[in-house]
């Protein structure tokens, strides 16, 4: 089970943290990806961490003003969003991928197979 938390309402230029806890799975041995969903459009990637925190990939959209992490003690991932844009307002979802190896993370929705319940997040302008 994916749990998010931490979205809400913020103007242009704000920042929000978003949290994932998961149950249910051995967190360490998956790769754990954000997606975004807006009205209207597709899925979207935003950002994916490898199970040892040392590989991640971000759209190209969010480089530079979001950061991905996770912290396997506590079986979480993060997403720390800065200079939010109205653009980004979307409902956030956390998503794990089965993936033992030290690899690249999946950047595709199909390649995660539990996910959360999603978190709006909504930037005013």
């Known amino acids: 089970q994916l749990v998010e938390s931490g979205g809400g309402l913020v103007q242009a230029g704000g920042s929000l943290r978003l949290s994932c806890a998961a149950s249910?799975?051995?967190?360490?041995?998956?790769?754990m990806g954000w997606f975004r969903q807006a009205p209207g459009k597709e899925r979207e990637f935003v950002a994916a961490i490898n199970r040892y925190g040392g590989r991640i990939d971000y759209v190209d959209s969010v480089k530079g003003r979001f950061t991905i992490s996770r912290d396997n003690a506590k079986n979480t991932v993060y997403l720390l969003m800065n200079s939010l844009k109205p653009e980004d307002t979307a409902v956030y979802y956390c998503a794990a991928q089965y993936r033992p190896a030290d690899t690249r993370p999946g950047t595709s929705a199909g390649q995660y197979t539990y996910w959360g319940q999603g978190t709006q997040v909504t930037v005013s302008s």
């Open positions: 249910g799975l051995t967190f360490s041995v998956y790769a």
